[in-house]
C-alpha cells in the first residue's frame, strides 16, 4: 500500500456487475480519503472528520439504495437479510459518529479500519452472492436488462445492468 492509501481496488473485489463494482471502488476511495485525512494530521480535526464521514455516509446510502432497488427488481431470495446487514453498518456507523459528536472520540484509525474491514467482507460475501444471482439470472436470459431510477442530491441517474 502507498503511504495515504488503506486498501487499493483489487479484481478479485468484483461481483461482475459493472454498477456495483463502480460504486464499490468509490467506497474505498472514500475509505482511502478518510485514511490519508488521518494519516496527515487532518484527521485530528473534527470538522475534517464529521465533513468526511458526512460524505462517505451520503455515498454508503447512495450504494445501499441501488444494490436493494436491484434485489427488490429481480426478487433476489436474500434480500431481506442483505438489507439488515446494510441497516446494521449504517447504525453502527451513526452510533461512532454519535460518540465522537458527544466527547467520546473514537481512535479515528480505528474507524477507517472497521470501515475498511466491514466494506471488503461484505463485497466477498454478501455482494458477490447478490452478483452471482444476477449473473445466473443474465446468463440463463431471465435478465436481459433492468433500468433503475436513484435519486441522489436531487438530480435524478438513470442506471442500467447489463
Known sequence: MAGNTIVAWQNSYSVGIKLIDDQHRELINLTNKLFASCMSGQGR????????????????????????????????????????????FVQEVFSKVEEFNSGKTPALLSFVYFLRDWVLHHIAVSDRKMG???????????????????KMDKTTERLEIQ
Open 45 to 88: 480535526s473534527r470538522q475534517t472528520f464529521l465533513n468526511t464521514i458526512h460524505e462517505a455516509v451520503d455515498y454508503i446510502g447512495y450504494h445501499f439504495g441501488t444494490e436493494e432497488k436491484i434485489m427488490e427488481r429481480v426478487n433476489y431470495p436474500r434480500f431481506k437479510e442483505h438489507r439488515k446487514e446494510h441497516k446494521d
Open 132 to 150: 452471482e444471482y444476477l449473473l445466473a439470472m443474465q446468463k440463463s436470459g431471465e435478465l436481459q436488462k433492468i433500468t433503475l431510477k436513484v
